[in-house]
């Protein structure tokens, strides 16, 4: 059983079957055909060797087929992903150079490790850092300075910067300096896709074409823009004249790498690596979830870590880069008919006889054609719209979008992640810190009790009941002290304090602490402090503890055994010296003596009700 | 009304009274004399000369008498604020230099600065990141460090380290070579300082004496013990025999410094002026609180921000180090009567006069009496059996307190608080990031509807009604769609599911996303969605989403109109269809054409209900 947890590809291989692998050829193909062009573009935009990219495309997919738990996910280089990856290597070393090729190793192998372990420890919940309106800013920002960053090799130009601002203002002072042909290769590329992306698809349906056969041209786009610039290049010698190309790529295998052990590197590039690996695996995870439940699968987001882990562990060792699950391949993949991971094992295989066969002639690939292949496939990253209904729909989320969004494009993206994460939590906390709270009042002549300023209900001036309508943990502990002590401000002639806790899940230490303080303040005052309706499991632990011994009053069972207890003076039962509630027998010793009709009033009984508010 | 709120003097000065100024005055002579010899140990502890510890007693306080809300709080250096201090200075320049004795300056100008913003921008919520375990344990550890930071003046030796072990180990090293002489004062002070604290006050009230002067001889050994050790050392001229002195300390008042405006400094010091304002304000806030509880009276956390805060820029301005109420000397003051912070403005003329008169006689003032000083006032900070407690109680909120002490032991105060904050968020958002959830079935014969798996009870096998008992947000999102995706899978013959939201407060915008995702995803499996049961206010902002659009099933009024609704296929209001629900209007025709009587059973007229399961 745990094996097969561990080991999902023995759930599907033992029942593979003629049929399946049919499909998943297909799928394969399809895939493959796609990820050549984007493999070289997005290591291209990691700041490393063209061949990087295939390398990533190879193993990393395999070690996914056998860990993973998603059957369409396709595994690989991704925008996001590769621009953290540069943004990170970029204070180590300078790109392209050996150095920074090693650091790639190291990032992969921190993100493997990192993945690995928190799938091992089950802490897939630390994704829940990230809110939604935290990623898709992020990703939008990133979509935006990818997108920025690649003008430079649509142009032909030299321009850098660290952010959005700084990039375009060097892309702006070059705009004297423009290399015609490579403009021209990098427009005539980005209108090509841009056309056949939008119209291609729909054409070919008008004209009668098979769905599949529509469908498989479209996805060959790219792969044809790399051919046909590629033999122009080629052909009319660009490359002597100016033309950026990818340049001589060695041909063969991925090779057996070993990433550095070094300490200092592994420091400086952990955090980078943390941040990698929560952001890949929460859009993997969530493009995962989504094909799967088309199907009524599941995929076991814990497994995904170890799978994901595993891939750039795979990655580490052969020679490539951080990798994780695409979306836009993943659909592809998912519609392409993809029944297994085996689809993922047969693109690995496409790939390997790509980086065996087809590096000679990726030599003349202009690096504006890879430019133009990122900017289109980032470009569908950028959401506006959804910046405008995240302002609508909540005001706090969308401060957290924003700062994501402005401290990305202006800072980089490891600041705007944590931006975003702070301010998300940060508000969290200020909500929960101040939770709904009520002073309540009995329904005259009934057991049921509400919120005075809402109902008409009867109090007493020397009780006041409060409720609570939140769990008390340490970010709201001392908003209950001060509610405590305010409504005892405005109360003055009170002497008991009810905390009805109806809806109290847990008690922290913190918020215990603040029990014991507004016990002891509550004292100090001449008032006495009573809990009613604790849960079973919250008063579990506080038997336990010396606020309960030191509780001035009683746990009632019910918020209205403890109304009829306190508003009765005379009652027997109700000592006038406070003592410790052995909490289960004593209310329910009170319990058994209070008439239990609902329809009873006990004003003839106690002390007159003084007001009756309504609203 | 708003001056009197943003300037408190004004609520108590035009009332000052005769009597009120004898009680103000005996308090000030009483605090007065404990402020002198710790505002020389704190300074000493935060590495700057001892007459700066004077400066920060004299300004500070006029401010926050005229600012703060506090009518007992006693404000000046205390000795976890000069610990952090001293970690935040260490590494910009060597203790005791110019630049050293500046950067404080800018460390207390940068304090005042947060904390007043905070105050005015009403931020004191921040304050709540700081949970009691945390706080605690980072106490006792900081506790620990100072002590263990003061044996070496005790001993007479040269040690240093930046955390407990490496003291304690340099300290083994140097047991060679203790200075008798400073030894035997160190621990004679100690033992004198101890034994006054335990046993004078009870001796002289044995003796007979009142109990006014008991209090006032105890409290006044510190002085004592300064006193009688510097008439020994100047006597025996025991600092020409290698016993550190203070040394000669300028006479006067407090100087006009101008901190620097150097930005890269105040960049550098940043981070530890705001842990050292939320420390201070949370350490400062809670003796506050619990003093003002004992008079019924009350403090307001934000304008305490601005008092704090007001008294950190006078002594950026004032030649002073970081600031903030202390906790034992707020008692005393409070213990001896004080009425209004005049008390607080008369204490700093008592340290003014100090300043100016008694400075040439400390010279010779051992520096292992301040030492001893320290050590006797922070070991009562250390609270070992709290760690025992919070064990017992929590084991999550023990693990925030165990990180916050090792980190702070092992690796210095500012990462000990940072590890505490951040274990402590991630576990309260482990914990909601699970909420409780429950598949709820029909109580036979009721409207009600409980757990199937504690209450036999009604379900039907294409009909699953889920209810989610926590408000749903960013950290519970995914959790929800897995729940309902499990659940789901769990039913196969599920046709309806309902949500029922009775529980949930908010819908943040990722738990927006993830209905939306759950819409979707339960549409692809021919799933129909409804809620049931809506808030008002979270339905009005679901009402301007596109979710309520698409969502393919209803939104329903109680759980019970929803269970008509979905049980009765031939009820002519059911459509077959799904369309976008007019959320408030149609539930409400629903409502209306259901039958109302808690007492009828759908039975007859529906899909006979094939389980009633029992726990």
Known sequence: MNVKRYLPILQWLPHYQRDTLTRDLLAAVIVTIMLIPQSLAYAMLAGLPAEVGLYASVLPLVAYAIFGTSRTLAVGPVAVVSLMTAAALGNIATPGSAEYVGAALVLALLSGLILTLMGLARLGFLANFLSHPVISGFITASGLIIAAGQLRHLLGVEASGHNLVELLIGLGREVGNIHLATFLIGLGTLVFLYSTRRWLKGALLNLGAPAMVADLLTKAAPIVA??????????????????????????????????????????????????????????????????????????????????????????????????????????????????????????????????????????????????????????????????????????????????????????????????????????????????????????????????????????????????????????????????????????????????????????????????????????????????????????DRLQTTAFCKELTGFVFLSTYSAWVALTQPSNALYPEQAICPQATSLPLSFESNVPNSPGLTVKGVTAEPVHTRSL
């Not at 033309?243 to 790529?249: H, L």
């Not at 496939?377 to 719209?385: E, Q």
């Not at 202006?410 to 301010?423: H, K, M, P, R, T």
């Not at 943990?473 to 409504?487: G, H, K, Q, S």
Request: some cysteine; glycine content about 8%.
């Open 226 to 539: 790399v051919a046909v610039t590629t033999l122009v290049t080629w052909g009319f010698q660009l490359d002597q004249q100016g033309v950026a190309v990818v340049g001589s790529i060695p041909a063969g295998l991925p090779p057996i790498s070993l990433p550095g052990f070094e300490v200092g590197l592994w420091q400086e590039l952990l955090m980078a690596a943390l941040l990698i690996s929560i952001v890949g695996f929460v859009e993997s995870v969530s493009v995962g979830q989504t094909l799967a439940a088309k199907r009524r699968q599941r995929i076991d987001p814990n497994q995904e870590l170890i799978g994901l882990g595993s891939a750039n562990l795979a990655a580490a060792f052969s020679g490539g880069m951080p990798v994780t699950g695409g979306f836009s391949r993943s659909v592809v993949n998912f519609d392409a008919g993809a029944q297994t991971p085996a689809a993922g094992a047969f693109t690995a295989v496409g790939i390997g006889v790509a980086a065996l066969l087809l590096t000679p002639l990726i030599a003349y690939l202009p690096v504006a054609t890879l430019a133009a292949t990122i900017i289109i496939a980032v470009l569908s990253l950028v959401d506006l719209p959804i910046i405008v209904r995240t302002w609508r729909y909540s005001h706090s989320d969308f401060a957290a979008m924003f700062a994501t969004i402005a401290v990305t494009l202006g800072n980089g993206v490891e600041s705007g992640i944590l931006a975003g994460v702070g301010l998300s939590l940060a508000l969290h906390l200020y909500r929960t810190s101040r939770p709904h709270s009520a002073v309540i009042g009995r329904v005259p002549g009934s057991e049921h009790f509400r919120n005075v300023e809402r109902y008409s209900v009867e109090t007493v001036p020397f009780l006041c009941i409060l409720r609570v309508d939140e769990s008390l943990y340490f970010a709201n502990a001392r908003y209950l002290e001060d509610t405590v002590m305010e409504v005892v401000t405005r109360q003055p002639d009170v002497k008991h304090v009810v905390l009805a806790c109806q809806a109290v899940n847990v008690i922290d230490a913190s918020a215990l602490e603040s029990l014991e303080t507004i016990n002891h303040r509550l004292q100090d005052a001449g008032v006495t402090l009573h809990l009613a309706e604790v849960k079973g499991p919250v008063m």
